[in-house]
């Protein structure tokens, strides 16, 4: 697949396939006619997502129920993915958890977790899909990072730290690989309306929606950019947040977040 654009008859492995982000972008590739895994911890809404899909356009969809928070969990995703005999062309590395609070108040028996779904399971997948790309001359590998990658979030701090990492790791791996034939980039939604985020505001005013962040997504495989921000708005506040001086942006953000944790 060395033109990335290139979807149909590839197939698409999606992580957090079952609502919100990651099931946009298994309409959205499966129309563009790309086979799927899902994978996801609900079965159920899994396979409904996958039988409307494979009703709509006649292709291969699997499901997966695997909670990837869990230890060994990347090996055991592409064990599967080896025993259905498929070759992974398209990654979307989606799933990730979200908690809006006091750091003071989390679980410290969640903290695991939380870094090996947000952290370390997305490095895994990268690292696993990466060299089979390459022995194929194509591929892609999206990294879902957002917009709190590019400063820090006072009462988000576990998601927007892990973010700054999948950012940060996702563009390495992007200039080890422009030559290479396999487009890897992060993509950086703001404040989008999910399951997630249900009940949640933002800042910014009315949130994007999935299928416009999906959009954005495969809009940009055909430009050359490590990282997209979805939505012009996000990319302006993300690209100016990371130059202003430290006290400001955390200032700024803590009054935000404060006004945020308040109304949830």
Same mark, same amino acid.
């Given at each position: 697949?060395?033109?990335?654009?290139?979807?149909?008859?590839?197939?698409?492995?999606? =992580?957090?396939?079952?609502?919100?982000?990651?099931?946009?972008?298994?309409?959205?590739?499966?129309?563009?006619?790309?086979?799927?895994?899902?994978?996801?911890?609900?079965?159920?809404?899994? #396979?409904?997502?996958?039988?409307?899909?494979?009703?709509?356009?006649?292709?291969?969809?699997? =499901?997966?129920?695997?909670?990837?928070?869990?230890?060994?969990?990347?090996?055991?995703? !592409?064990?599967?993915?080896? #025993?259905?005999?498929?070759?992974?062309? !398209?990654?979307?590395?989606?799933?990730?958890?979200?908690?809006?609070?006091?750091?003071?108040?989390?679980?410290?028996?969640?903290?695991?977790?939380?870094? $090996?779904?947000?952290?370390?399971?997305?490095?895994?997948?990268?690292?696993?899909?990466?060299?089979?790309?390459?022995?194929?001359?194509?591929?892609?590998?999206?990294?879902?990072?957002?917009?709190?990658?590019?400063?820090?979030?006072?009462?988000?701090?576990?998601?927007?730290?892990?973010?700054?990492?999948?950012?940060?790791?996702?563009?390495?791996?992007?200039?080890?690989?422009?030559?290479?034939?396999?487009?890897? !980039?992060?993509?950086?939604?703001?404040? =989008?309306?999910?399951?997630?985020?249900?009940?949640? =505001?933002?800042?910014?005013?009315?949130?994007?929606?999935?299928?416009?962040?999906?959009?954005?997504?495969?809009?940009?495989?055909?430009?050359?950019?490590?990282?997209?921000?979805?939505?012009?708005?996000? $990319?302006?506040?993300?690209?100016?947040?990371?130059?202003?001086?430290?006290?400001?942006?955390?200032?700024?953000?803590?009054?935000?977040?404060?006004?945020?944790?308040?109304?949830?």
């Amino acid at each position: 697949m060395h033109d990335p654009t290139l979807i149909a008859g590839r197939t698409a492995l999606v =992580t957090g396939a079952s609502t919100g982000i990651g099931a946009e972008f298994a309409r959205q590739l499966a129309a563009r006619g790309a086979h799927l895994i899902l994978v996801a911890r609900s079965l159920d809404k899994l #396979d409904a997502l996958a039988a409307d899909l494979r009703a709509k356009h006649q292709l291969d969809v699997f =499901t997966m129920q695997l909670d990837l928070s869990t230890p060994n969990a990347s090996a055991r995703l !592409f064990q599967r993915v080896s #025993d259905l005999g498929r070759s992974v062309d !398209f990654l979307v590395n989606n799933a990730g958890f979200s908690s809006l609070g006091p750091t003071a108040e989390l679980d410290p028996d969640q903290v695991p977790g939380i870094v $090996n779904l947000n952290v370390e399971v997305i490095m895994e997948n990268t690292v696993r899909a990466l060299p089979p790309m390459i022995a194929r001359g194509g591929g892609v590998i999206i990294n879902i990072a957002g917009t709190g990658a590019f400063q820090p979030g006072p009462y988000m701090a576990a998601r927007t730290a892990s973010a700054a990492f999948i950012l940060s790791f996702t563009q390495a791996v992007h200039a080890e690989n422009t030559d290479r034939g396999v487009r890897v !980039f992060a993509l950086c939604p703001g404040p =989008t309306a999910t399951p997630m985020t249900s009940g949640q =505001t933002s800042p910014l005013g009315k949130m994007r929606t999935p299928d416009q962040v999906v959009a954005t997504a495969l809009k940009a495989l055909g430009n050359r950019k490590a990282s997209v921000v979805d939505g012009r708005l996000n $990319n302006l506040v993300a690209r100016i947040g990371s130059r202003l001086p430290e006290p400001l942006v955390l200032a700024m953000a803590t009054r935000i977040m404060k006004r945020t944790t308040a109304a949830h």
